[in-house]
């Protein structure tokens, strides 16, 4: 299930450009948080805490339980972080969007697929594992979120393959594509062989030169 953890974070007053740099000079992240029954609202995180936190996600999808401090008044949401911008260089995160979710509200969400084991037409007979798709949309509650979907290829033999209707998912947690979708395919190798070398002491055929002939009667130049 997708780990659920606490970050601290507090109202943004500022708006504009300029604030967005004040944010970010006294080391924080400028978010937002957003929800079907919640008012947007602009927030800002400390970016070490975010840095962290992200280091150690296993998948894409994190529940974060943020603790909002505004003041005397403190006020925790539930959330799944929807989005983290970072600079195309220096990859430092750039802001970070958060979903307000509900502990007894179903929501959508993409999860990662990643395959366990060797399959057998790989590993004995030189096949090649192909997979599809990488990612699966799925609905359930928020506790129920998978951080990955793992799907054990180990039986596949050549030509075999696994549907979205083969993996296993958890208790609680349905799939929103198409079942006939295939996902992983063993597929035979493609590689051509090599041409067979001529045999010892055979000599390589030389291409038939055709001159042309000349004209009865025609003198030659002196």
Do not use: W
């Amino acid at each position: 299930m997708a780990k659920q953890v606490k970050l601290s974070a507090r109202p943004r007053i500022e708006s504009g450009r300029n604030s967005v740099k004040s944010v970010r000079a006294r080391g924080a992240v400028p978010a937002v948080i957003y929800g079907k029954k919640t008012t947007p609202a602009n927030l800002e995180v400390s970016h070490r805490d975010l840095e962290a936190l992200l280091s150690h996600a296993v998948g894409e999808n994190i529940l974060v339980e943020l603790e909002i401090q505004d003041g005397s008044k403190k006020n925790s949401q539930l959330s799944l972080i929807q989005e983290v911008q970072h600079h195309p260089v220096a990859r430092n995160i750039l802001h970070v969007d958060f979903q307000a979710v509900s502990m007894t509200e179903e929501i959508s969400a993409s999860v990662t697929v990643e395959s366990t084991g060797e399959a057998d037409g790989v590993k004995n007979f030189g096949g090649l594992l192909e997979q599809s798709i990488r990612s699966l949309s799925v609905r359930c509650l928020p506790q129920n979120l998978p951080e990955v979907i793992t799907v054990d290829v180990s039986a596949l033999k050549i030509g075999e393959s696994i549907h979205v209707r083969d993996i296993q998912l958890p208790a609680g947690v349905t799939v929103e594509d198409n079942a006939d979708l295939t996902v992983f395919i063993v597929a035979e190798s493609s590689v051509a062989a090599e041409p067979a070398a001529p045999a010892a002491g055979a000599e390589a055929a030389s291409p038939e030169v055709i001159k042309e002939k000349k004209a009865e009667g025609a003198e030659e130049k002196k």
